[in-house]
Nanobody
Framework: QVQLVESGGGLVQAGGSLRLSCAAS????????MGWFRQAPGKEREFVAA????????AYADSVKGRFTISRDNAKNTVDLQMNGLKPEDTAVYYC???????????????????WGQGTQVTVSS
């Protein structure tokens, strides 16, 4: 099982940028799809972005397309989320997640995310 630790959250003004990073332990990192999710107060956790094991396929929620970019470095066991053009509605706790299956096919958004980090708070002020 992959263990995940997020970092990079904080407070930013609307229109600003933040870069979240997720450090993963375990040799299986390079074999699994990785994703970012978020949960705002009083709301359910929602999908943000995902990237397949090779980095060759990505998927995004409609609400973040064109503003957020997910990337991974399999040599460093990290997956990042670059967030530009932040809006107050992006305020949430952001979680990194790892697929339970190795070398999953199909859209990264459809992965079975079974390992989760502790989350990092992102607050966007208006």
């Amino acid at each position: 099982q992959v263990q995940l630790v997020e970092s990079g959250g904080g407070l930013v003004q609307a229109g600003g940028s933040l870069r979240l990073s997720c450090a993963a332990s375990g040799r299986t990192f390079r074999s699994v799809t990785m994703g970012w999710f978020r949960q705002a107060p009083g709301k359910e956790r929602e999908f943000v972005a995902a990237i397949n094991w090779s980095g060759g396929s990505t998927a995004y929620a409609d609400s973040v397309k064109g503003r957020f970019t997910i990337s991974r470095d399999n040599a460093k066991n990290t997956v990042d989320l670059q967030m530009n053009g932040l809006k107050p509605e992006d305020t949430a706790v952001y979680y990194c997640a790892a697929d339970s299956m190795y070398y999953s096919l199909g859209s990264p958004a459809g992965a079975d995310f079974g390992s989760w980090g502790q989350g990092t708070q992102v607050t966007v002020s208006s």
